[in-house]
């Protein structure tokens, strides 16, 4: 009797043991539940943190930003940094994105290769630690997965930018730039053209809030503010309109796009502050509109490829020898003249304002007439050399400028491509989110490079964003370094002409994989 019941109790006890495993199996797979997306469900997690240099003065807050996302045991990660570069140039060391990619895969055991780091291209100044509050911003985006359904859509701007580069009647090309004057007005032909799309991909969870929203343009946010302060410019304002306008905590992440030669309108503008603001707001609130027309829906997908692609490094040692012919040539066209800046400037209103009777009234000029005289006449005359010989030799000096600037950059990259080799490796990553597809390249690629590809594209949503993964310097087009010394996008680049067919061919092998 009590061995029965001895063996009845131990029944139980098992029973109870089993029944407790099972409610705390149940119990774990209900905690790891965003940590395991059932085949075809996307989960998606979003984080931001401030990244700003607090040690100079901060107009406005830049922020690194991570958008984790989720099908299956595939995971993807999407950061955009208000920075100038990931790596090479700003205050973003090159070690920067493999330590980041490190240390997320040990922690959260995602593959480096499935990580994109995208840079604004912000002049704005990046706090020391940038690397750490990047992997912060992973780590916080990968810990609040949610489901999510997917959006894709177009918006259009075009008042926000302009083509910077200058098609000379004389058959060169120049830029819109700081660095140096422009070439006369009289000597302009045309300009480039600009890519009004904005690329987007909508996150949105179930309950019908906006998770976070990814848009992707083309310009240089380099515009700047009133109070010079360091700011994240026209994308950072755009951002903060969007999210300021959807959902408590949803996230807007620019992805910046192919603007290597796509300069914020009136860059050069001498008679207003400059304020990236503005425009900024012009640009979200165009996203927004574009927003309001996406329908998310669950049939989304994800997934993610990442190649590496060897592309010729340039040799310019011939260009870089002419150039300096031509600086030469231009020094000894020089002209002597008896003018300096305080005077030709008096003279030239004169001149311009009083062309038949500059020196004196008229009175003066039809007396001498009159009496036989030509003193006023030969001194215009005089004047009008001096002012000619001045004027050509003031716009000769701009040109040398320009000359010096480009070939300083030429110089950079040609000493040291001849010490790496022929060919560069540059890592190119591609993404599909539902209908959302984009490729990426680690240079500043000129805006017909993405009109290349979106245009031979079979996906209607397809877009190019450069700057990420790394900084190449500029990524211009064959064409357009046939220029070389005459623009910074094809002086400031490390690329032999024959990269753009290289990657436009790569580009659309990647974009056909994606389906």
């Given at each position: 009797?009590?061995?029965?019941?001895?063996?009845?109790?131990?029944?139980?006890?098992?029973?109870?043991?089993?029944?407790?495993?099972?409610?705390?199996?149940?119990?774990?797979?209900?905690?790891?539940?965003?940590?395991?997306?059932?085949?075809?469900?996307?989960?998606?997690?979003?984080?931001?943190?401030?990244?700003?240099?607090?040690?100079?003065?901060?107009?406005?807050?830049?922020?690194?930003?991570?958008?984790?996302?989720?099908?299956?045991?595939?995971?993807?990660?999407?950061?955009?940094?208000?920075?100038?570069?990931?790596?090479?140039?700003?205050?973003?060391?090159?070690?920067?994105?493999?330590?980041?990619?490190?240390?997320?895969?040990?922690?959260?055991?995602?593959?480096?290769?499935?990580?994109?780091?995208?840079?604004?291209?912000?002049?704005?100044?990046?706090?020391?630690?940038?690397?750490?509050?990047?992997?912060?911003?992973?780590?916080?985006?990968?810990?609040?997965?949610?489901?999510?359904?997917?959006?894709?859509?177009?918006?259009?701007?075009?008042?926000?930018?302009?083509?910077?580069?200058?098609?000379?009647?004389?058959?060169?090309?120049?830029?819109?730039?700081?660095?140096?004057?422009?070439?006369?007005?009289?000597?302009?032909?045309?300009?480039?053209?600009?890519?009004?799309?904005?690329?987007?991909?909508?996150?949105?969870?179930?309950?019908?809030?906006?998770?976070?929203?990814?848009?992707?343009?083309?310009?240089?946010?380099?515009?700047?503010?009133?109070?010079?302060?360091?700011?994240?410019?026209?994308?950072?304002?755009?951002?903060?309109?969007?999210?300021?306008?959807?959902?408590?905590?949803?996230?807007?992440?620019?992805?910046?796009?192919?603007?290597?030669?796509?300069?914020?309108?009136?860059?050069?503008?001498?008679?207003?502050?400059?304020?990236?603001?503005?425009?900024?707001?012009?640009?979200?609130?165009?996203?927004?509109?574009?927003?309001?027309?996406?329908?998310?829906?669950?049939?989304?997908?994800?997934?993610?490829?990442?190649?590496?692609?060897?592309?010729?490094?340039?040799?310019?040692?011939?260009?870089?020898?002419?150039?300096?012919?031509?600086?030469?040539?231009?020094?000894?066209?020089?002209?002597?003249?008896?003018?300096?800046?305080?005077?030709f400037l008096p003279l030239i209103v004169?001149?311009?304002?009083?062309?038949?009777?500059?020196?004196?009234?008229?009175?003066?000029?039809?007396?001498?007439?009159?009496?036989?005289?030509?003193?006023?006449?030969?001194?215009?005359?005089?004047?009008?050399?001096?002012?000619?010989?001045?004027?050509?030799?003031?716009?000769?000096?701009?040109?040398?400028?320009?000359?010096?600037?480009?070939?300083?950059?030429?110089?950079?990259?040609?000493?040291?491509?001849?010490?790496?080799?022929?060919?560069?490796?540059?890592?190119v990553f591609g993404i599909k989110v539902?209908?959302?597809?984009?490729?990426?390249?680690?240079?500043?690629?000129?805006?017909?490079?993405?009109?290349?590809?979106?245009?031979?594209?079979?996906?209607?949503?397809?877009?190019?964003?450069?700057?990420?993964?790394?900084?190449?310097?500029?990524?211009?087009?064959?064409?357009?370094?046939?220029?070389?010394?005459?623009?910074?996008?094809?002086?400031?680049?490390?690329?032999?002409?024959?990269?753009?067919?290289?990657?436009?061919?790569?580009?659309?092998?990647?974009?056909?994989?994606?389906?």
């Amino acid at each position: 009797m009590n061995h029965f019941f001895s063996h009845a109790h131990a029944k139980q006890s098992q029973n109870a043991i089993r029944i407790s495993c099972a409610m705390l199996l149940v119990a774990l797979i209900s905690l790891m539940s965003p940590l395991i997306a059932a085949a075809g469900e996307l989960l998606a997690g979003a984080a931001k943190v401030d990244i700003s240099n607090r040690n100079v003065p901060v107009n406005d807050p830049l922020y690194v930003k991570a958008l984790v996302i989720k099908e299956g045991h595939t995971t993807a990660i999407i950061v955009t940094v208000d920075a100038v570069a990931i790596g090479e140039i700003g205050s973003i060391t090159n070690e920067y994105l493999g330590n980041v990619r490190a240390q997320i895969e040990k922690d959260l055991q995602i593959k480096p290769k499935n990580i994109m780091v995208n840079a604004s291209h912000c002049h704005g100044s990046v706090c020391k630690d940038v690397e750490q509050r990047t992997i912060q911003a992973i780590k916080a985006a990968a810990k609040n997965l949610v489901p999510v359904n997917v959006g894709v859509g177009t918006g259009h701007e075009d008042r926000v930018m302009e083509n910077r580069r200058l098609f000379l009647k004389n058959g060169k090309e120049a830029d819109v730039r700081h660095a140096y004057s422009l070439p006369p007005d009289e000597e302009v032909a045309k300009i480039g053209p600009i890519d009004p799309e904005i690329g987007i991909l909508k996150l949105e969870k179930k309950n019908g809030e906006t998770l976070a929203v990814v848009y992707n343009f083309a310009v240089h946010p380099i515009q700047g503010v009133p109070s010079k302060g360091s700011t994240a410019d026209m994308s950072g304002f755009a951002s903060q309109v969007i999210e300021d306008n959807l959902s408590d905590g949803a996230i807007a992440l620019f992805v910046q796009g192919c603007g290597g030669d796509i300069n914020p309108a009136q860059y050069k503008d001498v008679d207003n502050p400059r304020d990236a603001e503005t425009l900024g707001n012009l640009l979200g609130l165009s996203t927004l509109k574009a927003l309001k027309k996406i329908k998310c829906t669950d049939a989304g997908s994800l997934k993610v490829m990442n190649e590496t692609l060897a592309v010729p490094r340039s040799n310019n040692e011939t260009r870089i020898a002419s150039l300096k012919v031509e600086q030469e040539k231009l020094l000894n066209s020089l002209q002597g003249t008896s003018l300096n800046l305080k005077t030709f400037l008096p003279l030239i209103v004169k001149y311009k304002l009083y062309e038949d009777y500059p020196s004196y009234y008229s009175h003066r000029y039809l007396l001498e007439q009159k009496l036989g005289r030509d003193g006023l006449q030969k001194l215009d005359a005089e004047n009008r050399a001096n002012m000619e010989r001045y004027i050509n030799n003031v716009y000769r000096m701009e040109q040398m400028t320009r000359n010096k600037a480009n070939l300083r950059l030429m110089t950079k990259h040609q000493t040291r491509n001849q010490a790496a080799g022929k060919t560069l490796d540059v890592e190119v990553f591609g993404i599909k989110v539902g209908d959302f597809r984009m490729i990426t390249f680690p240079a500043e690629l000129t805006v017909n490079i993405g009109l290349n590809i979106k245009k031979k594209s079979p996906f209607e949503n397809t877009f190019v964003a450069g700057y990420t993964n790394g900084y190449n310097y500029y990524a211009p087009t064959a064409d357009q370094l046939k220029n070389v010394g005459g623009a910074q996008e094809d002086s400031d680049c490390m690329l032999a002409p024959e990269w753009q067919a290289i990657f436009e061919t790569k580009a659309q092998e990647m974009i056909k994989a994606l389906k």
